[in-house]
Each structure stands twice: as C-alpha cells, then as structure tokens.
C-alpha cells in the first residue's frame, strides 16, 4: 500500500508497475491485491485508456491505513532514536547515507 500511496493521488498503479516496484512476483502480487481487496483497502479499477487493463487503487480506507501505519514507523523511529541518544545533526547524517544507499538499488 506504501508504493500507491507514495505515487500521489489518484493512488493507482497497474499490477505490472506495483510488482515490480516491490520485487514481488506476480503471483504474490496478484494474492496480495486480492487480500487488500477483500479488506476493501485497494480496489481493481477499469483503465480509462486501455478497457484490457486495470488499476491497483488505493481506497479511501487504505490511505487512511497506510497513514497510520506511516505514524506509526516514525514514532517507531523516534523512539529508537532516543534510546540510542542519536542527535538531530546525527539523525539528519543517518538519513543522508541511507539515502545515497537506497538511491543506488
């Protein structure tokens, strides 16, 4: 739900993008979707411009879902953060590596 949620609104990517921005198969893609359907959090919608295809959208539940477990990491993060004694010029410096890290995948 993070990856819908990251593209902005509408919050739709077609199944093809979502499993390979995840590195996931398709056919865990496709069992993942359906469990996030059934728990009414995303939502297969009609391509406007190709009626063959497909849109994961995110539902209204779903961004609220994914919001709060966003919250939830920070505050994860924070805590971690303060129990390590990490500073702010600290924290900022973590960010700045993990980021080149992550830049490079």
Known sequence: MLALRRVGAPYAMRPTDLFRALLATSGTMTKRIDRLERAKLVARVADAEDLRASNIVLTAAGVKATDAGM???AEGLGALREAIGMSDEESGEAD?????????F
Do not use: D, K, V
């Open 71 to 73: 919250e939830r990491i």
């Open 96 to 104: 700045a590596y993990l980021g080149r890290i992550l830049s490079a």
